[in-house]
């Protein structure tokens, strides 16, 4: 397997060799960095992500805060159902760590012993990613932007192939996608309910933003209301 890299026709494993070899030249810092950043802080950087967009979307208030919340609650519930459709997947195809079958990679974390094909870090980071773009335009594009990068860092580390990755992102976007329009039924009614609560419902909405279906607190418009009422009259 190894010569398949060499000899180019293979084009998955020439990319590991090609991404993992910057390992092998990189300093030893930026090693370290990789590996933290890959293995644990990007999971926690979206999860910062994903509390920063709903601190917006309560801040923000409006009509339409239940429904984003609801698609922000799938986000997260996403990226478990995808993690537990993996488990079958890896048991079919059951293909060994990269680093198992090819000699010379740059190794960056050890102990990995399960299967490679999908990715759970590529699998979790794009379904949140996802998730993220269906509640949040921009804050969906950087959480996009985060998956990509984690998916580098998993194929730099010397634990997936590049496959793995692609596989990973597929899955956890076909699990947002596909299951959106139910878990939005499901989950917007029970946001809406969540929000018409006296104290619950500062899970949706800060103090001052305006509840579904009311004009918000603008300073001034109580005023010029009543203006046009008494010019009307």
């Not at 092998?24 to 999971?43: C, F, I, T, Y």
């Not at 159902?81 to 050890?110: C, K, T, W, Y």
């Not at 990509?148 to 947002?176: Q, S, W």
Request: glycine share 10%; aromatic share 6%.
């Amino acid at each position: 397997m190894a010569q398949l890299a060499e000899s180019g026709s293979n084009p998955d494993v020439d990319l590991l060799y090609d991404i993992n070899g910057l390992a092998k030249h990189a300093p030893h810092w930026l090693d370290r960095v990789m590996e933290s950043v890959g293995e644990w802080g990007l999971l926690l950087a979206m999860v910062l992500l994903v509390l920063w967009c709903w601190s917006s979307v309560r801040r923000r208030g409006g009509a339409d805060a239940a429904a984003t919340v609801a698609a922000l609650v799938w986000a997260p519930l996403a990226a478990g159902i995808a993690l537990l459709v993996n488990v079958p997947i890896r048991g079919f195809v059951e293909r060994p760590r990269p680093f198992a079958d090819h000699q010379g990679l740059a190794v960056l974390v050890s102990g990995k012993t399960g299967f490679s094909f999908v990715s759970d870090h590529a699998t979790i980071t794009m379904a949140v990613g996802v998730g993220l773009f269906v509640a949040h335009r921009k804050f969906g594009l950087a959480g996009i932007a985060l998956a990509l990068l984690e998916g580098f860092c998993r194929v730099f580390m010397g634990v997936h192939y590049p496959t793995d990755v692609i596989g990973g992102f597929a899955l956890g976007t076909a699990v947002v996608l596909l299951l959106s329009p139910l878990a939005t039924a499901l989950l917007t009614p029970v946001m809406k309910a969540v929000e018409g609560a006296p104290r619950a419902g500062l899970l949706i909405r800060a103090r001052g933003t305006a509840p579904a279906g009311q004009e918000a607190l603008i300073p001034g418009a109580r005023t010029e209301h009543t203006e046009e009422r008494d010019l009307a009259a």
